[in-house]
């Protein structure tokens, strides 16, 4: 493979993060600060960082960002062919045969974002081509588990073994009934100690819970509506609105017939149903308590009749909520107006602020 590949799709990671940086909170940005550093130094991803090596990593990242954000990405040269760094389909076709997969696309706040990693498979399902993706090689700071880009699906589970860790260091919290429940069913005790036993079982449970992300982003090509890229984008510069209008979009794809509740509920998949709610915060928390409601009798009794009537419900709330939304968008407003008049919407009768 050629290394100034691999240099290149470095450089644009860096060029990303050097421009966006400043969009996370203090907190956000250091824990995305251990995920890569973890990453770049290929370090298991529970692996504790001495604070001295990290401070030195993050001084020498940051000292190089006033040079690059204002740097444009390269095209990226795939066996003598030049590509543009956002087009995957080609780059993949080719790299697919050397065991490795090449992601691109637009994160929170329309956050380019890169990855290579090691290619686990590829499938075709529903339409899309899926792939699976392990270690990863290089990444920029924004990381999701499963990315659905056209007509292709990333899932990568070293991220979501990383967010699989995240989630078992809060067993203790507020939200432990449900995170206990859900590592139980995946096979883990009350009390585990990291070590062979506790990476192998992390592994599993991530390879396993792929498959339910899988049926979200399945969810979500099944219900696109292609004004919403553009409505995202009105609302960039709007954290709080874009952060709502992806919750309103996630949860759409969540709830559709073609989504991972109702995977979940025809196999009764108890395991990824606990593991879902622990998962679901901020505006799709708040969006969505019916699933909480539901989860309380439920454990009570096994009930997935009150789970199915919470998707149900979930459903007809969301898509109506996002008519009305694509509806005030088409009255071609200009963005301010059209911002103003979502939150107006948004104000209205059994509308959450």
């Known amino acids: 493979m050629n290394t100034n590949l691999f240099a290149d799709i470095k450089f644009n990671c860096d060029v990303s993060d050097a421009q966006f940086w400043g969009f996370y909170s203090i907190c956000g940005l250091l824990m995305r600060y251990r995920d890569l550093y973890r990453s770049e130094m290929g370090l298991k991803q529970w692996a504790d960082i001495p604070r001295e090596r990290i401070g030195e990593w993050i001084s020498a990242k940051e000292s190089h960002w006033p040079d690059l954000e204002n740097e444009p990405f390269r095209k990226l040269n795939v066996d003598g062919q030049i590509h543009d760094p956002f087009d995957f389909v080609p780059i993949n076709a080719a790299l697919s045969r050397e065991g490795l997969v090449y992601g691109a696309g ?8 890169f990855f290579l990693a090691e290619l686990r498979s590829v499938r075709r399902i529903s339409g899309l081509t899926v792939y699976t993706s392990g270690r990863e090689l290089i990444r920029d700071l924004f990381t999701s588990p499963g990315m659905l880009q056209k007509k292709t699906v990333f ?5 979501l073994v990383g967010l699989l860790l995240y989630k078992h260091s809060e067993r203790n919290t507020r939200h432990a009934s449900v995170l206990e429940d859900a590592f139980a069913q995946y096979g883990f005790p009350h009390q585990q100690i990291i070590d062979v036993t506790f990476e192998r079982r992390i592994e599993d449970m991530a390879l396993r819970y792929a498959d339910i992300l899988l049926a979200h982003e399945i969810g979500e090509s099944a219900e696109e509506v292609p004004e919403w890229k553009d409505i995202i984008a009105l609302s960039s510069g709007d954290r709080q609105l874009e952060h709502y209008l992806r919750a309103l979009k996630d949860l759409l ?3 559709s017939d073609h989504g991972p509740y109702r995977r979940i509920i025809e196999t009764c998949d108890r395991g990824a149903l606990s593991l879902s709610i622990a998962l679901t915060e901020g505006f799709r928390r708040v969006l969505f308590p019916e699933i909480k409601e539901a989860y309380t009798s439920f ?16 459903y007809d709330k969301f898509h109506s909520r996002m008519v009305d939304i694509v509806n005030l968008y088409r009255k ?17 009768p059994g509308s959450t602020k």
Request: net charge positive.
């Open 106 to 113: 637009y994160g929170m706040y329309l956050k380019p974002t």
């Open 253 to 255: 794809a969540d709830t």
């Open 155 to 159: 899932l990568r589970l070293e991220p």
């Open 299 to 314: 454990s009570r009794n096994e009930d997935w009749n009150a789970v199915e009537r919470a998707r149900r419900s979930g």
């Open 332 to 348: 071609g407003s200009s963005k301010d107006d059209f911002i103003r008049d979502v939150k107006e919407l948004l104000r209205g």
